[in-house]
């Protein structure tokens, strides 16, 4: 048994959803990405979104154009993106980072998007992220602006593409 099996297994003692939540964890890290990347950066050209934002470079709130179709919503250091049939509500990390998350925008995530409710509904996400912070699976680093966010470690980005 190699490290990482080790980690998942000890984690997946205490609560048998592990690997179901590294999916979930995995797959709003991935929406967020695709949020920023497509709709926010190019369908607004305005760069890093937040800093545009900030700059006034962009409204607070809009609508994009053609062909994304959907709205936005900045706030603090984050934003709500409804597109893409989708709803993502993150914040951003130190230096336009959108790799963390918390166990509340997780819940958000599941709550107003079906298809992931379909799979990840039954999940206790708050249990769930707490055995992964003494298993070593996230940290929170307090990192600012914000410092709330958590994020995977490396043993846990190594459970999600095993070699």
């Not at 709130?61 to 509500?89: A, L, M």
Request: hydrophobic share 35%; glycine share 8%.
């Amino acid at each position: 048994m190699n490290m990482s099996d080790e980690k998942l297994a000890s984690a997946t003692v205490s609560t048998a959803s592990t690997p179901q939540l590294l999916r979930l964890i995995d797959r709003y890290i991935r929406a967020v990405t695709v949020m920023v990347e497509f709709p926010l950066q190019r369908g607004l050209g305005a760069g890093h979104p937040l800093r545009a934002w900030q700059e006034e470079r962009i409204p607070k709130r809009g609508r994009f154009p053609k062909p994304f179709n959907g709205t936005y919503r900045f706030r603090d250091h984050g934003c709500i993106v409804n597109c893409y049939n989708r709803r993502v509500e993150f914040d951003f990390g130190p230096h336009g980072r959108t790799d963390g998350f918390t166990a509340y925008y997780l819940q958000r995530f599941v709550q107003l998007n079906k298809l992931v409710k379909r799979e990840f509904g039954d999940l206790d996400i708050y249990a769930g992220i707490k055995v992964f912070g003494e298993s070593n699976l996230v940290f929170e680093p307090k990192w600012e602006p914000t410092p709330h966010l958590l994020y995977l470690t490396s043993e846990a980005t190594e459970l999600l593409s095993p070699t």
